[in-house]
């Protein structure tokens, strides 16, 4: 499976964005899809995570109540919609998968990784 994500860009304080994650392969519903990000200097950080096997999402303390994630199997896409952003959530996002059962925390648990989106909040 090949991921990509989509749907950065630069907004301002209180704004909005939506990332899409679109899979190839047959099996993307089979796939646990979850997002991280990186800001500079920074390490990689659990953003969001939705498991392929149901039961609900799962949010970093640090975005919970703006960010949500869904997906849409049908288009073999993973959506994280961004509300009230703020500028420390500027950084590069990545969409990374697996087949576990439940959402991996690490990005050591994760094997396929889309190339991340750029998100830019500006003050």
């Known amino acids: 499976v090949q991921l990509q994500a989509s749907g950065g860009g630069l907004v301002q304080a209180g704004g909005s964005l939506r990332l899409s994650c679109a899979g190839s392969?047959?099996?993307?519903?089979?796939?646990?899809i979850t997002w991280f990000r990186q800001a500079p200097g920074k390490e990689r950080e659990f953003v969001s995570g939705?498991?392929?096997?149901?039961?609900?999402?799962s949010y970093a303390d640090s975005v919970k109540g703006r960010f949500t994630i869904s997906r849409d199997n049908s288009k073999n896409t993973v959506y994280l919609e961004m509300n009230s952003l703020r500028p420390e959530d500027t950084a590069v996002y990545y969409c990374?998968?697996?087949?576990?059962?439940?959402?991996?925390?690490?990005?050591?648990?994760?094997?396929?990784w889309g190339q991340g989106t750029q998100v830019t909040v500006s003050s």
């Open positions: 392969g047959d099996t993307f519903s089979r796939l646990t």
């Open positions: 939705l498991k392929w096997s149901g039961g609900g999402p």
């Open positions: 990374a998968a697996n087949r576990a059962p439940w959402i991996g925390l690490l990005p050591s648990q994760y094997g396929v």
